[in-house]
């Protein structure tokens, strides 16, 4: 299969796509980023902006797109800026997979996604969603992960003690609220992505741990 992904550079991403490389069902990788990627015989990385993405670019033709792409308040600096990463990226970047008759998409998304919330992140999360199911893809999966373990390139002191607290409190909570390994999450996105069911589908924080 050819596989597009965005996103990645980021700490999900970065899993995504050492395991596609290592996979055999998957003939080629298309990664679209604002830097270059080591190079791969199996990996084409096109060097993009994302606030003017090519529209009539062929790699938009794929088997499935995963999008890993994400951000947080903090590194955005404002809601507007988050919107634009979380929500308006993710959402071109299906409008012109699905133009080019890409028929699968799958979502990094969060646990508590709700078009409706108070929250701001779960509510751009939510609304992202909601924008998805309206694109016509044969297969849509969104991938719902509670608190992500895992190395970052950036210092995210908050998230930091959070994963601290969860690692040693982990086995008294529920598990939809323990910690969800970078690498299950990227295993659950790759995944979704080959098998490609027909239909809208969730995968829950509770099944990456």
């Avoid at 015989?41 to 794929?62: E, G, I, N, T, Y």
């Avoid at 607290?165 to 690498?183: I, M």
Wanted: with cysteine; glycine share 8%; aromatic share 6%.
């Amino acid at each position: 299969m050819k596989l597009l992904l965005v996103g990645a550079t980021g700490l999900v991403g970065r899993h995504v796509l050492t395991l596609a490389l290592a996979d055999p069902r998957v003939e080629e990788v298309v990664a679209p980023t604002r830097r270059e990627l080591t190079t791969h015989p199996k990996l084409f990385s096109p060097q993009v902006d994302f606030d003017r993405l090519p529209q009539h670019a062929d790699w938009w033709q794929a088997d499935a797109v995963i999008c890993a792409l994400g951000t947080t308040m903090r590194t955005a600096g404002s809601k507007e800026a988050f919107r634009r990463v979380d929500c308006d990226y993710p959402l071109t970047v299906a409008r012109l997979a699905r133009a080019h008759g890409t028929p699968t998409y799958v979502l990094n998304s969060a646990i508590g996604a709700d078009a409706s919330s108070r929250l701001f992140y779960n509510r751009v999360k939510g609304e992202l969603e909601q924008a998805l199911t309206g694109q016509g893809f044969d297969s849509l999966t969104f991938v719902r992960p509670g608190v992500i373990s895992g190395h970052r390139d950036e210092f995210r002191l908050g998230e930091r003690m959070l994963v601290m607290g969860l690692t040693l409190t982990g086995p008294l909570l529920p598990k939809r609220w323990r910690l969800n390994p970078a690498a299950q999450i990227a295993g659950a996105l790759l995944e979704a992505a080959i098998r490609a069911k027909a239909g809208v589908h969730v995968v829950s924080s509770d099944q990456m741990i």
